[in-house]
C-alpha cells in the first residue's frame, strides 16, 4: 500500500464513527487475562494509555477492569465519538509516531487494532519512551477465522470487487500480530495490503498469546460492521452500495435465517520495556 493510499484508508473512519462504534466487535475477558499474564501484573490500578483509541472500544474494556485509561485518537471524528460514548474517559488527538505525553508516564501502552496505521521505526521508541520501566506495550488484532469457509468466501469477493489487497477481516491480516516477532519478512503482506513490522522482535523481547471468541449477530449488523472498514470507506457509496447488496445474497445463501455467528482469532503482542 502506497503511503497515499494508507493515509486515505487511515483518515477514512473519521467519516463513519458512529457506524464503527455500533458494530465492530469488542473484545473477550479473556483477552485481557492473556495481557495481565504476560506483563505479569494487573491491569486494575494502572496507566494505560489506548493509542488510536478510535471510538473507545478497547478502552471501555480496560477502565472496565479498573485501569486508568487516556486515549489517544488523530482521528476528529472518532475523537468525537469517543467524547460522546465514553464521557467519563479522557481522549486527547495524537499518534502513536509522537505521543503527546512525558515519559516514563505509563504502566501499559496499548494498540487495539491499531498497530499497522504506525510507522513502527517511530511508534517503537515513543511507546517505550512513555512507558516506566517494567512496563508492556500491547498490540492486539480481532482477525476472523480464515478455517471457515465463509470467510474465505467473502475475501475472495472483497478481492474480485476492490483488488488483491483487499481485506477486511481484522486488517492488517491473518497472523499479523506474529509478524512483529518475525524475520526476516517481506516488506508487505501481498494478501492485505499492510507493511509487516519487525521492529518489536529485533529491538525488545516479545512474547504472543491468541484468544478465541465468537459473537451471534444478525445479517445486517454484520453488514454494517464490513461497511466500517476502511477498504470499504474509501470507495464511492454506489460501488459499497452494490457490493453490500451482492454480499446480502451471497451470505443469505449460507445463513437462511440471517443469523451470523463471527468466529475470531485475537492475536496478541506484549513487549515490555527493561525494568532498568
Known sequence: ???????RRAHSFNAAAGSYAAYRPSYPDALFDAVEDLAGRPLSGARVIDVGAGTGIA???LAARGAHVLGVEPGAGMAAQYRLDHPGLPVVRGDGNALPLRDACADFVTYAQSWHWTDPERALPEALRVLRPGGALAAWW??????EEWVAAQGARLREWFGAGAQAHGAPGAQAAHTLQQTPEP????????????????????ASRTVRWSRRIPLDHHLANLASHSILLVHDESTRNNFLAAERAALLAVFPDATIEEKYIVELTLTRRPAR
Do not use: F
Open 1 to 7: 500500500m502506497d503511503a497515499a493510499t494508507h493515509t
Open 59 to 61: 478502552s471501555a474494556r
Open 142 to 147: 480481532n482477525i476472523s477465522d480464515p478455517e
Open 187 to 206: 516488506a508487505q503482506d501481498p494478501r492485505y495490503g499492510h507493511p509487516r513490522s519487525r521492529v518489536l522482535a529485533e529491538k525488545t523481547d516479545s
